[in-house]
């Protein structure tokens, strides 16, 4: 039998935000006053047409874009889409997935690390006395494994069915269609312990569902009204169901506050967008605060990457503003698909490593556009934040901006870079990352806010990683030096800041001292 492979990643996770030091309001412009009339920064910012980016969006992505209410609360990733499933494809009736011989040899000649262990003469043996079998069926798009099957030998069964009596699986006959109906329930019962899982699949149907399906599927064998299922598709099947177990079981939930979060779900748009360049669907939460509709007047966005974890601090983030603590910000987080593990090192470099050219496009040119023309956006003092692997994206969106013709962000928040990660490493322009990809050669002056930060304590955690190179928290202090050698000193535009903590931990708190204006 095949076995499932689980997927191993590297726990390098989380993320983290900050607001820019000089705050998302911007730099304070001086303004001629008369004894009589005094000029507010409001007054300045609503004065002041909002700038309009370019939509490079295709007619198909724009098509793919969904708007709707909140699903987070709901646990999507539990929920299995049977559009997609291998089983969809074959939703118009009874199929059956026959073996014969031939199957079986060519599978041996294919994969033989299947039949590792046995010997020659077993496997000889095995084929010499071979009869074909039925691996298992698909009714109307739902999919059985091979533990309830018409008998296809010739020796007077009607059918018959596998229990596991601690140790094994020992076969059992069904002598003909009304002893089925009676033992039905008790196998079904059976079925539902964990031992069954890998061999008896059945898509989430419920009781009465399954004894229908089983039913037609043996009377469609008897009355050769079935269809044939290619070789193979049992077992992937299997494969996909118990690999989507495996990631709903371990990490594949987003950390939520689900008693906060519910307090809030009004206030947040959802978005879905297809991109076509990364071949992957991002998931996007919109939220405002109370009594802000996002068109009066611009508002900065503040945008989270790995929203798998922060959008968890948006509740607390609004709170800030509806008491007054914070100025009104949209506030945007960009996670992946539900049906991934947005937690996942290899799902998050494939994004932020490999794929860093390919989002950058997309929140350049698509995502930050777009919600522009839902929103009035005050892209000037709007900021990018990224931690971790997010931390060394955010550091390639700021060193690549001056690339695009849009100019979504004023601020980037650069939080704990992984640059010694194996991800980063493996980067093909790694060696580009150290100069900063040129940012600094081509700009005589630098018109970027930006904040770098890290945990005091988190050195000692990676300390394996770092080889020759910088640690986290020198590399946030000598980016921050790279940046401020261009800039008056008067004015420096990049500050470094350490947090008494490790890797991750200080986030919440950071993001409520920026966006209350605290830099």
């Not at 950058?360 to 919600?371: S, V």
């Not at 945990?455 to 080889?467: K, L, M, Q, V």
Request: proline share 3%; glycine share 6%.
């Amino acid at each position: 039998m095949k076995n499932t492979k689980k997927i191993i990643t590297l726990a390098l996770c989380t993320i983290l935000v900050t607001q820019c030091f000089c705050g998302c309001k911007g730099k304070k412009k001086e303004v001629a006053k008369t004894e009589t009339d005094t000029v507010s920064q409001a007054d300045i910012s609503s004065a002041k047409e909002p700038a309009k980016l370019k939509n490079h969006m295709t007619e198909i992505e724009l098509a793919s874009v969904t708007e709707g209410p909140l699903t987070v609360l709901d646990e999507p990733w539990t929920k299995q889409d049977k559009s997609d499933s291998i089983a969809a494809s074959y939703s118009d009736g009874v199929y059956l997935e026959i073996w014969e011989k031939e199957d079986v040899l060519s599978q041996m000649e294919e994969y033989p690390e299947y039949y590792e262990g046995w010997t020659e003469e077993e496997k000889e043996q095995y084929i010499e006395n071979f009869s074909p079998y039925i691996e298992g069926f698909v009714v109307d798009g739902r999919a059985y494994g091979s533990m309830i099957v018409p008998e296809i030998d010739e020796n007077g069964w009607f059918g018959w069915y596998l229990s596991f009596d601690g140790n094994q699986f020992i076969s059992n006959e069904i002598k003909d269609l009304s002893d089925l109906k009676n033992k039905l329930p008790d196998i079904l019962k059976e079925y539902q312990k964990k031992d069954y899982q890998y061999v008896f699949i059945a898509e989430n149907s419920d009781e009465e569902t399954m004894k229908n399906d089983i039913i037609r599927a043996f009377e469609a064998y008897q009355e050769k009204t079935y269809k044939e299922l290619p070789i193979g598709t049992r077992n992937a099947i299997a494969d996909a169901y118990m690999m989507n177990r495996f990631r709903q079981e371990e990490d594949l939930s987003w950390e939520l506050d689900k008693d906060k979060i519910e307090g809030i779900k009004d206030q947040v748009t959802e978005y879905t967008f297809v991109d076509a360049e990364l071949d992957r669907k991002l998931v996007v939460h919109v939220a405002l605060p109370k009594d802000c509709d996002g068109s009066s007047e611009a508002l900065p966005a503040l945008v989270l990457t790995d929203a798998v974890w922060r959008f968890n601090d948006i509740e607390k983030l609004l709170k800030e503003m509806e008491e007054g603590r914070a100025a009104p910000q949209i506030l945007i987080s960009i996670g992946q698909d539900y049906k991934i593990c947005n937690s996942d090192n290899v799902e998050r470099s494939a994004l932020f490593c490999e794929g860093k050219d390919k989002f950058l496009d997309f929140i350049t040119n698509n995502l930050m556009p777009y919600l522009g023309e839902k929103y009035s956006i005050d892209y000037e003092n709007s900021t990018l934040f990224g931690h971790s692997l997010g931390g060394v994206f955010a550091h390639y969106a700021l060193c690549n901006s001056d690339q695009y013709e849009n100019q979504p962000f004023g601020c980037y928040i650069i939080g704990s870079p992984a640059f010694w990660s194996p991800y980063s490493r493996e980067m093909s322009d790694y060696a580009k990352q150290a100069n900063d990809y040129g940012y600094l050669d081509r700009n005589d002056t630098i018109t970027k806010r930006v904040f770098i930060t890290a945990g005091s304590d988190e050195d000692e955690d990676y300390a394996e990683y770092f080889e020759d190179g910088d640690s986290t928290t020198e590399s946030i202090a000598h980016l921050a030096e790279r940046i401020n050698a261009k800039c008056d000193p008067a004015s420096p535009m990049a500050k470094d800041k350490l947090y008494k903590s490790h890797h991750y931990q200080y986030i919440p708190d950071m993001l409520i001292e920026y966006v209350d204006g605290g830099y």
